[in-house]
């Protein structure tokens, strides 16, 4: 491994990265078991199947969306607040797919659970995370110019 590509992350953020590229094999399960529920192999109702491509989804998308943030923060010099913003999108990625998933557990809900919150925590963490990652991404790159 050369110093040129270990000097842009540090150990923590390695660390992070690597843990975070093992979860995928996680939501690429996920994937299967939605496979089975909207192929009729596993029962759901039409509440569970939504809420469950929602956060199937949402795990995705946000992952990557963690990964592309924490990257950009460390390759831009954010420091530690940028890890923060980073750390911040990631913990997104277990809080709304957790809501969608947790809130419709159980034998045919008919409505979504108190664990619905959890969409509404994660969904006002990811505005601030995003709208701080933003302006510290201007900030550190005003103050090179």
């Known amino acids: 491994m050369s110093t040129a590509s270990t000097a842009l992350f540090t150990p923590s953020i390695t660390i ?38 929602a956060g199937h989804a949402h795990a995705g998308v946000l992952v990557i969306l963690g990964l592309v943030v924490l ?4 390759a831009a010099g954010a420091g530690v607040w940028g890890q923060v913003v980073g750390t911040a999108v990631l913990a997104c990625a277990l ?9 419709v557990i159980g034998h045919d809900p008919q409505k979504p659970n108190a664990a619905k919150a959890l969409i509404w925590i994660g ?7 995003m709208l701080t990652g933003g302006i ?8 090179a110019v």
Do not use: D
Not at 71 to 74: D, E, H, Q, T, V
Not at 123 to 129: C, I, M, N, R, S
Not at 136 to 143: C, E, F, M, Q
């Open 71 to 74: 990257l950009a923060m460390s």
């Open 95 to 103: 809080l709304i797919p957790g809501g969608f998933f947790f809130s």
């Open 16 to 53: 992070t990265v690597g843990v975070v590229l093992l979860t995928v094999i996680g939501i690429a399960y996920g994937g299967t078991f939605m496979l089975r529920v909207v192929t009729g192999k596993q029962g759901a109702n039409g509440l569970q199947k939504s809420f469950f491509r």
């Open 123 to 129: 969904f006002t963490v990811l505005t601030v995370a």
């Open 136 to 143: 510290l991404l201007i900030a550190v790159g005003v103050s």
